[in-house]
């Protein structure tokens, strides 16, 4: 089963409006971090947040994990039609080889 | 400082032949990893590798697919006898090590027909 889902699949709304994205997870992890994907490209690292960490921001960006929840959030404030994209959250685990274990996505439209 | 440098950006096969796929990480990363990406999904991973290691293959298919990291060189995603199943974007990310951010490639688009 999906180590990291999203929630919600696909979300439209407004420019100027915040825009909220959700992803659980199952197991211990050292680092969630979240992509970003616009159609037909590869992915963008938008941040990082390690496991003791509980909140990071970065420009309009605001991650927070929750460890007890094994959840994350990542808030887009004042959303503009240019961060239409798909966005992913991808978790490294704790246990075995590193590697990033991706989300289905989360496809954000910003309606102009 | 160029970033990770995936090519080709799409390859046509047809069924049977042989696909490579090439990338080179960026400028003093030594791990690479793989990811296949079928429409509308997620990436799934596929093998991690460092300069003359599999890490990882854990999500690779036991047959027709291979990766190697050689010493000098591109990484190389190979996919022999390709079928129509094969077709996806194929994502390399490159990183300096367990904790870091990946930095991920423009992909290589792969059709079979």
């Known amino acids: 089963s999906q180590q990291g889902e999203e929630d919600p699949q696909a979300l439209s709304i407004q420019e100027g409006e915040n825009a909220t994205m959700n992803c659980s997870y199952k197991?211990?992890?050292?680092?969630l971090q979240w992509y970003r994907q616009n159609s037909g490209r590869g992915l963008v690292h938008l941040i990082l947040?390690?496991?003791?960490?509980r909140e990071k921001h970065s420009g309009r960006l605001r991650v927070t994990l929750d460890t007890s929840k094994k959840s994350s959030s990542l808030l887009i404030t004042a959303s503009r039609a240019a961060d239409t994209a798909s966005y992913f959250c991808?978790?490294?685990?704790?246990?075995?080889?590193?590697?990033?274990?991706f989300g289905q996505g989360t496809r954000l439209t910003i309606n102009p | 400082n160029a970033g990770v440098m995936q090519n080709p950006r799409h390859l046509v096969r047809r069924r049977g032949q042989e696909a490579r796929l090439r990338c080179s990480p960026m400028?003093?990363?030594?791990?690479v990893y793989w990811y296949r990406q079928l429409p509308e999904e997620g990436l799934k991973f596929m093998v991690y590798?460092?300069?003359?290691?599999?890490?990882?293959e854990s999500g690779m298919p036991k047959e027709r697919f291979s990766a190697e990291f050689p010493k000098e060189g591109p990484s190389i995603l190979r996919i022999q006898q390709v079928v129509r199943g094969d077709s996806a974007a194929y994502f390399c990310?490159?990183?300096?090590?367990?904790?870091?951010?990946?930095?991920f490639g423009s992909g290589t688009r792969l059709t079979v027909v």
């Open positions: 197991t211990s992890i050292n680092n």
């Open positions: 590798l460092q300069k003359e290691n599999i890490i990882d």
């Open positions: 400028k003093g990363h030594s791990h």
């Open positions: 991808a978790t490294e685990l704790i246990q075995g080889a590193q590697k990033l274990v």
């Open positions: 947040i390690r496991s003791n960490e």
């Open positions: 990310a490159s990183s300096q090590g367990q904790g870091d951010g990946y930095t």
